[in-house]
């Protein structure tokens, strides 16, 4: 059974591999807005939140993460346009060419346990975790 685990949980133990199929495995927080591609959410039937606010928005979930006051999964439950909020956000494993081209990328270069900066696709603004995967 997969189980992840922040870098902080598994120290030196994580490693920036991939799989052996090439995947990976991420959360992310998803922060809409009107010019997204489908604006409307789990949350929302239609989004009106300009693309400034939803900057805005993302920018201080960031800040809470990196202070340490929550972490991105607990936030994407409540907080998160994606209706992967459910379970903290986890999009499961994923390999190139399955996600958008930017989301991807962000992804990729992360670290296990590392969260990226805003980063922007079609969908929305998003916060990315690279999940530490582990079989025990």
């Known amino acids: 059974m997969a189980e992840h685990y922040s870098a902080s949980e598994i120290g030196d133990n994580a490693n920036g591999q991939e799989d052996q199929s090439g995947k990976i495995r991420a959360s992310h927080l998803l922060v809409k807005h009107k010019g997204s591609r489908r604006p409307s959410s789990w949350r929302e039937a239609e989004i009106t939140r300009t693309k400034e606010e ?16 929550t972490s991105l999964g607990d936030l994407a439950v409540s907080e998160s346009d994606c209706s992967s909020a459910r ?5 499961g494993f994923f390999g ?3 996600m958008q081209k930017e989301f991807e990328e962000a992804a990729f270069a992360l670290k296990p346990g590392e969260v990226s900066h805003v980063v922007e696709t079609a969908s929305g603004l998003h916060l990315i ?3 530490v995967t582990c079989v025990i």
Do not use: F, V, W, Y
């Open 54 to 69: 939803a900057m805005s928005i993302i920018l201080q979930h960031e800040a809470h993460i990196r202070s340490g006051t």
């Open 129 to 131: 975790e690279r999940l």
């Open 87 to 91: 379970k903290m956000g986890d999009l």
């Open 96 to 98: 190139r060419g399955d």
